[in-house]
């Protein structure tokens, strides 16, 4: 058991406080966690309490983590996991973090799914905007919910930049880029189709 000496916000940072044990400096917490476990001089920590109050102040840090990472650009589930985790916090506190994060409408699988969609399906096909959504771990359903039913304008819309580019334009090659971009074989035939091109088989 090791008592609370005293008790200092930080000055750095006027959210925090520093808490002494015994006399000594011992760890930095966020208001919030010391108004959890009641922090004041007097107050006498266990080893168990002490490990508490370390597992709270990793979620909350690894909340502000993925707040921070959260408001500069829309991220999927996946992506806030694989981000909190590679920057070295705990499976527990980055799940904690996640959840919370969700329930403030960050970290949205449908909302990441929804925006990239908007930003893409002018340049993509839907092969390939399927692809990137699962790579960012969005389901089935939520794809299937988000992506258009009609790829017919992006395919002539990549069509017509492509010929603006390409001056000497081949005609294989063009059906490689569109490929790449995730259209499928009846939209390209279409689409050359459209343009003037002959259909290929």
């Known amino acids: 058991m090791r008592e609370i000496t005293g008790l200092s916000s930080q000055k750095k940072k006027s959210d925090r406080i520093n808490v002494f044990l015994d ?4 760890f930095g917490v966020d208001y919030s966690t010391a108004v959890k476990f009641g922090l004041k001089v007097g107050k006498t920590l ?6 508490a109050i370390a597992l709270e102040e990793g979620n909350i840090s690894a909340f502000n983590r993925g707040l921070n990472y959260a408001v500069k650009k829309t991220v999927s589930k996946k992506q ?31 909302a990441y799914a929804a925006a990239y969609v908007a930003t893409y399906k002018d340049k993509l096909g839907s092969k390939r905007l399927r692809s990137e959504l699962k790579k ?4 089935d359903e939520i794809i299937g919910e988000c992506l258009p039913e009609d790829y017919g304008d992006a395919c002539r819309g990549c069509v017509e930049k492509y010929l603006r ?7 294989q090659k063009l059906i490689r880029y569109l490929l790449y971009r995730g259209f499928e074989w009846d939209e390209i035939n279409e689409c050359i189709a459209f343009i ?4 290929e088989d």
Do not use: Q
């Open 46 to 51: 266990d080893e168990d309490e002490e490990r």
């Open 165 to 171: 580019t390409h001056k000497d334009a081949d005609r």
């Open 80 to 110: 806030m996991r694989d981000y909190l985790l590679k920057v070295g916090y705990s499976a527990e506190a980055t799940e904690a973090a996640l959840a919370k994060l969700n329930e403030y409408g960050y970290a949205d699988d449908k």
């Open 136 to 139: 960012a771990g969005i389901d």
């Open 196 to 199: 003037g091109g002959d259909n």
């Open 23 to 26: 006399g000594e400096f011992a």
